[in-house]
């Protein structure tokens, strides 16, 4: 498995298809997160930008090898196992990006709430936005997980679905990036630190559910 991961990792970095999302994601970030801004609320902003992120970089792994290339690894490691390392280096991707914001994001803000009346604490408030953009990656990958390659072949069909489940996995009550990103909020607001343990929990079992559907569906399609 590690020599799957490090062959799905080189294929990421030599294509240099993970520029366009890394770039997307910085601008997003020098445009909405400011020197000054209290800090909990801009590290929930830095968190909600990583799940759109992770769904693409999801399809950028699945999507890199040429079909002869996937069948050989297919063929050696078994398809779903070869499906399984590019999802893992898609959320590894992710979570190195989201780990990368919240430092940056955590030195340049403001530690107090939302009307800058309270003093938060600095460790507590990274961890917190750590965990919500763990939350986020994790939910972007489970949303590129069902929304590429093998389940969705067709571009037209299967970029509108990742937009659009990415959007829902955002703004929809009971989604754990949602409550984890709310928290953050409402942290802010009264200058407490939330810890969104229960929405990470949540985030580790809808994903590893997606991933292993996807792997599935992958060995059966490829038999």
């Known amino acids: 498995m590690i020599a799957l991961l490090r062959y799905q990792t080189a294929l990421l970095l030599r294509s240099q298809r993970w520029l366009p999302p890394f770039i997307l994601y910085a601008a997003f ?111 972007g990958t489970a949303v590129g997980a069902l929304t590429t390659w093998p389940l969705l072949r067709s571009p037209g069909r299967a970029v509108p679905a990742m937009l659009l489940a990415a959007l829902l996995a955002l703004v929809v009550t009971g989604s754990p990036a949602h409550a984890a990103l709310t928290d953050l909020i409402t942290g802010s607001r009264a200058g407490t630190v939330p810890a969104p343990l229960l929405p990470l929990a949540a985030a580790v079992l809808l994903t590893a559910a997606a991933i292993a559907a996807a792997c599935v569906f992958t060995s059966r399609r490829s038999a």
């Open 29 to 139: 970030l020098a445009i909405g997160v400011q020197s000054g801004r209290p800090v909990l609320d801009s590290l929930g902003y830095s968190a909600a930008a990583v799940l759109p992120v992770a769904a693409w970089l999801v399809r950028i792994c699945a999507t890199n090898e040429p079909p002869a290339a996937r069948s050989c690894v297919g063929a050696a490691v078994g398809p779903g196992r070869a499906h399984l390392a590019c999802l893992a280096v898609a959320l590894g991707a992710a979570v190195l990006i989201g780990v990368a914001a919240t430092l940056v994001v955590t030195v340049i803000s403001d530690p107090t709430s939302t009307d800058h009346q309270k003093r938060v604490p600095v460790l507590a408030a990274a961890g917190a936005g750590l965990l919500a953009a763990l939350v986020c990656a994790l939910l």
